[in-house]
Nanobody
Framework: QVQLVESGGGLVQAGGSLRLSCAASGRTFSSYAMGWFRQAPGKEREFVAAINKSGGSAYYPDSVKGRFTISRDNAKNTVYLQMYSLKPEDTAVYYC????????????????WGKGTLVTVSS
């Protein structure tokens, strides 16, 4: 069992930045690939970023590539999402995801989810 707790969300103006954190419980954090997803009101959950177990490979959709950076600290059981040049369309609840079998770039079948943290970007 893995518990994921996101933090770092809030209100930011367009063009600003935020860093989200996701702290994982347990002693097997390094055996999970990690990801971030987001869900805006009335929309489906969408992939934002993912990182493999070692942190050596990261993946992004075109919508955030060059603006968002995912990283992990296996010693701290934490994955981060640094977000720059935020846009109003980035407004959503951001969820942390953990998966032991694959790097989570799709939401279906992910092993564990956090409860989310709200990011609001004002224009």
């Amino acid at each position: 069992q893995v518990q994921l707790v996101e933090s770092g969300g809030g209100l930011v103006q367009a063009g600003g930045s935020l860093r989200l954190s996701c702290a994982a419980s347990g002693r097997t954090f390094s055996s999970y690939a990690m990801g971030w997803f987001r869900q805006a009101p009335g929309k489906e959950r969408e992939f934002v970023a993912a990182i493999n177990k070692s942190g050596g490979s990261a993946y992004y959709p075109d919508s955030v590539k060059g603006r968002f950076t995912i990283s992990r600290d296996n010693a701290k059981n934490t994955v981060y999402l640094q977000m720059y040049s935020l846009k109003p369309e980035d407004t959503a609840v951001y969820y942390c995801a953990a998966d032991q079998q694959r790097t989570p770039t799709v939401s279906a079948g992910v092993d564990y989810w956090g409860k989310g943290t709200l990011v609001t970007v004002s224009s």
